[in-house]
């Protein structure tokens, strides 16, 4: 059983499209995560959720909306796609409760390429 | 600003020998430091964690050592194997839940057999 999953595994698009990135954990995690990772493999945070609250929203371009229906789901929809925006998108969950709640366990990731 | 600085970006090891990867962190604020590895095509997985009221924590053959004074903690694979070739982030976080990891820049090891 997968603990996160992402779907899809690969996404390409053409700029201007819009298109979503779905998350599901299976961990029993209150928190969730979207981390982007570039073409040099360098990590950043996104987004975090608690509870379907938004906690963390870096400076991210507002073209990316989260969106949480409920705590084992977080999605990503992107609007007006750039090139800019080609990366790998990891999910992520962790608990929250001490000690355990910085211990993040990531998706298997998808990679968008915008044409 | 880079708040956790790694190094060395890439790592050429032998089949038995120790790879040592090293951390630098800015923000006296974080208290939680893992190691993350990452395979092609694969999501980070947690390698191994540490805070900051220990000097050392040891899992098989993965040992974080940590320099609190000195703002520093460092990864070591003692016998490495081919099958640790991978990228290993080093980051930090503090707080409660939800707070982000900020990562290193990653180091990319390849054990040589």
């Known amino acids: 059983d997968t603990a996160v999953s992402q779907t899809p595994k690969y996404l390409v698009t053409q700029m201007g499209n819009d298109k979503s990135i779905k998350c599901e954990q299976n961990?029993?995690?209150?928190?969730m995560y979207w981390y982007k990772q570039d073409s040099k493999k360098f990590l950043k945070i996104m987004f975090s959720?608690?509870?379907?609250?938004?906690?963390i929203n870096e400076t991210v371009p507002n073209r990316f909306s989260p969106k949480s229906p409920d705590k084992a789901h977080l999605n990503l929809h992107i609007n007006s796609l750039e090139l800019g925006d080609s990366a790998v998108y990891f999910c992520?969950?962790?608990?929250?409760?001490?000690?355990?709640?910085?211990?993040?366990?990531f998706g298997p990731g998808t990679r968008l390429t915008v044409l | 600003q880079q708040q956790v600085k790694q190094s060395p970006q890439s790592l050429i090891v032998q089949k038995g020998g120790i790879s040592i990867i090293n951390c630098a962190y800015e923000?006296?604020?974080?208290?939680?430091f893992p190691w993350y590895q990452q395979f092609p095509g694969k999501g980070p997985a947690l390698l191994i964690a540490?805070?900051?009221?220990?000097s050392e924590k040891k899992e098989g053959r993965f040992t974080i050592s940590f320099n609190k004074s000195a703002k520093q903690f460092s990864l070591h694979i003692m016998d490495s194997q081919p099958g640790d070739s991978a990228t290993y982030f080093c980051?930090?976080?503090?707080?409660?839940?939800?707070?982000?990891?900020?990562f290193g820049k990653g180091t990319t090891l390849s054990v040589s057999s």
């Open positions: 992520a969950s962790s608990p929250s409760g001490w000690p355990s709640y910085n211990e993040q366990f």
């Open positions: 923000n006296t604020a974080f208290d939680y």
């Open positions: 961990l029993g995690h209150d928190t």
């Open positions: 959720y608690n509870n379907k609250e938004l906690i």
């Open positions: 980051a930090a976080s503090m707080g409660q839940a939800g707070t982000a990891l900020i």
């Open positions: 540490i805070r900051p009221d220990v």
